[in-house]
């Protein structure tokens, strides 16, 4: 039991590295390095866009995308918990229409939409 414990924990802590090790490659590869994204916000938020504005601030290249699906026709507090788990509600419950939407969020205003 102690040892299926420590394997389990093991095996986090490698998904873990390797998905900052992703992060950080993605950060690297965008050139945005004055510290204004961090590797944490590109595992949240998905990867960095340096020409992208943010139309709620105005400010350029603090704005990560990923795409997500989410069912056509959703309720907001769905669409909520989606945001929040990047999808992973939605697709644990269950799609029988999916849309996939691009779902932009900016550091530096905070801001989380979809397009
Ligand atoms: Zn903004």
């Not at 490659?25 to 943010?54: H, M, N, W």
């Not at 709620?56 to 929040?84: F, M, N, P, R, Y």
Request: charged share 20%.
């Amino acid at each position: 039991m102690f040892l299926w414990i420590l394997g389990a924990i093991a095996l986090l802590a490698i998904i873990i590295i390797a998905g900052d090790a992703d992060a950080k490659a993605k950060l690297e590869r965008s050139g945005i390095t004055d510290g204004s994204i961090t590797p944490s916000d590109v595992t949240l938020y998905g990867t960095p866009q340096p020409a992208f504005i943010c139309p709620h601030c105005q400010e350029k290249g603090k704005v990560l995308t990923k795409t997500i699906k989410k069912k056509a026709g959703i309720s907001g507090a769905k669409a909520t918990g989606a945001i929040l788990t990047g999808g992973m509600s939605l697709l644990a419950t269950g799609l029988s229409r999916k849309d996939v939407v691009t779902e932009a969020h900016c550091t530096n205003c905070k801001s989380t939409w979809q397009f």
